[in-house]
């Protein structure tokens, strides 16, 4: 079911979203060759605490998992497309990074990610997380009342297959509120004018995935979370919360 969002309740869930886009302004100044994924996590974990938000992430455990999350962040770097648990690995000249973060704030869940390079980047890598952002900016353009999901994730797909990308299949955006994941799914991929109406006060989590070899084949890394692509190409990934009202698509978790 989709619980629709009153002004107030997205207000509120605007807070919680600037504490997200801080956590990942935060991580993202911190990144640089030789700086490990734990150090990344801890650098978003005090901005948590800082502002007396919580983790959606930490000990998360869908059903698909067999352990829960242990960090506040995801890290998933080069072949890593999303759930990348930090580790103490650290990062090398040219890596291509997409960290995601979600927090909780006064009950209200924010949920966004960003991908970027460290140090020399490879200019395919640039290439493929421009397409990821412009991916995410025309799925939001399509979050408006009189749309529907189908809308948002066809425009989300054009920008990706236009770019010669691979879209994995089975995971997208969702519905965010004082869950993280909510309903309705909003699929990277889909047909134009199907699926549900768009209404004023859904929020949604906006957030293509790109596989840069181009076919869409990912598997499970073996700690049970990371999703890395089958051809061993780099991946990228981008997300905001869209509050979609009558004056149009508000991103809660920009800065
Ligand atoms: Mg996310
Ligand atoms: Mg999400």
Request: hydrophobic letters at 40%; charged letters at 20%.
């Amino acid at each position: 079911m989709v619980e629709l969002k009153t002004d107030t309740s997205i207000d509120a869930m605007r807070e919680a979203g600037r504490v997200v886009a801080q956590a990942l302004a935060a991580a993202r100044k911190h990144a640089a060759v030789g700086v490990s994924l734990l150090e990344l996590d801890e650098v978003a974990h005090q901005v948590l605490r800082d502002a007396g938000a919580t983790s959606p992430f930490l000990g998360y455990r869908p059903s698909f998992a067999t352990t829960p999350f242990p960090a506040v962040l995801c890290t998933s770097v080069n072949d890593a497309i999303v759930h990348g648990i930090p580790t103490k690995y650290r990062l090398r000249d040219g890596d291509l990074v997409s960290i995601d973060f979600g927090a909780r704030l006064d009950g209200w869940v924010g949920d966004s990610a960003v991908s970027f390079t460290v140090g020399t980047p490879r200019p395919a890598d640039l290439t493929l997380v421009e397409t990821a952002e412009r991916a995410l900016a025309a799925g939001i353009a399509a979050a408006v009342v009189g749309n529907r999901i189908g809308d948002i994730a066809h425009a989300v797909g054009t920008v990706c297959r236009a770019g010669g990308y691979g879209v994995p299949q089975d995971f997208g955006g969702h519905g965010v509120g004082r869950q993280m994941h909510e309903d309705p799914s909003v699929p990277n991929e889909g047909r134009p004018g199907r699926g549900m109406p768009l209404r004023h006060g859904m929020v949604l989590a906006i957030e293509p995935m790109l596989i840069g070899g181009g076919t869409d084949g990912y598997h499970e890394a073996s700690d049970g979370w990371t999703l890395c692509t089958n051809d061993g190409s780099r991946a990228a990934h981008a997300e905001h919360t869209v509050a979609i009202t009558d004056a149009g698509p508000r991103i809660l978790t920009a800065l």
